[in-house]
């Protein structure tokens, strides 16, 4: 973990702390801090805008009643995306919906870094965005948390609650997955366009 994010979980950790004794400030602002991220990680299951608000705010829920009884073996971002991923799973059970198993938005992919021209940025965010859908739920969903927003392999296997060699071979698979459909779709591409 860089020092950056050691920081920010520091920060994170003593607004949990700042939770457990009844402080709602607190709760807001690891409610502003993390909304936006939840959101983009739970449309990975859902396009239901109403389901994944529904989930932010049980997930927060259930973090200010146990914010006392996080013990800090995890970053607080694991345990908060845990708890946003089980809520979600039921909301959709409980909905009879199934996890996504197409994509068709970019909200996974990264944002342009400004050293990349934009029409190519947007090109290859376009082409990986497409490419993205030929992946099952399970895959997008380990690969939107190892690469869209960075966590470690035993962090994925504990906020998707399955052993670490199954979050290692979605990942492979998804990458082969991925291997296979680009140079199809570039062509694709580059046909329509030229």
Same mark, same amino acid.
């Given at each position: 973990?860089?020092?950056?994010?050691?920081?920010?979980?520091?920060?994170?950790?003593?607004?949990?702390?700042?939770?457990?004794?009844g402080d709602r400030a607190a709760l807001a602002t690891l409610y502003r801090e993390y909304h936006g991220?939840?959101?983009?990680?739970?449309?990975?299951?859902?396009?239901?805008?109403?389901i994944i608000e529904e989930v932010v705010n049980d997930c927060f829920w259930i973090a200010w009643q146990?914010?006392?009884?996080?013990?800090?073996?995890? $970053?607080?971002?694991?345990? !908060?995306? #845990?708890? @946003?991923?089980?809520?979600?799973?039921?909301?959709? =059970?409980?909905?009879?919906?199934?996890?996504?198993?197409?994509?068709?938005?970019?909200?996974?992919?990264?944002?342009?870094?400004?050293?990349?021209?934009?029409?190519?940025? $947007?090109?290859?965010?376009? !082409?990986? #965005?497409? @490419?993205?859908?030929?992946?099952?739920?399970?895959? =997008?969903?380990?690969?939107?948390?190892?690469?869209?927003?960075?966590?470690?392999?035993?962090?994925?296997?504990?906020?998707?609650?399955?052993?670490?060699?199954?979050?290692?071979?979605?990942?492979?698979?998804?990458?082969?997955?991925l291997l296979n459909v680009m140079p199809a779709l570039s062509g694709d591409t580059m046909k329509r366009?030229?």
């Amino acid at each position: 973990m860089n020092q950056a994010t050691a920081r920010a979980d520091a920060t994170d950790q003593a607004l949990l702390q700042r939770m457990a004794t009844g402080d709602r400030a607190a709760l807001a602002t690891l409610y502003r801090e993390y909304h936006g991220r939840l959101c983009r990680f739970l449309s990975r299951l859902t396009r239901r805008q109403d389901i994944i608000e529904e989930v932010v705010n049980d997930c927060f829920w259930i973090a200010w009643q146990h914010a006392a009884d996080f013990r800090g073996d995890a $970053r607080v971002s694991t345990w !908060l995306m #845990g708890i @946003a991923y089980r809520c979600c799973l039921k909301a959709l =059970r409980r909905q009879g919906s199934e996890p996504l198993d197409e994509l068709t938005d970019e909200t996974m992919l990264p944002e342009p870094d400004g050293g990349i021209d934009a029409d190519e940025d $947007r090109e290859l965010r376009d !082409l990986l #965005g497409k @490419a993205l859908g030929f992946l099952s739920a399970e895959q =997008r969903v380990v690969v939107e948390l190892v690469y869209g927003v960075g966590h470690s392999l035993n962090e994925v296997a504990a906020i998707v609650q399955c052993p670490v060699g199954t979050v290692k071979a979605r990942l492979f698979h998804a990458r082969v997955k991925l291997l296979n459909v680009m140079p199809a779709l570039s062509g694709d591409t580059m046909k329509r366009g030229g």
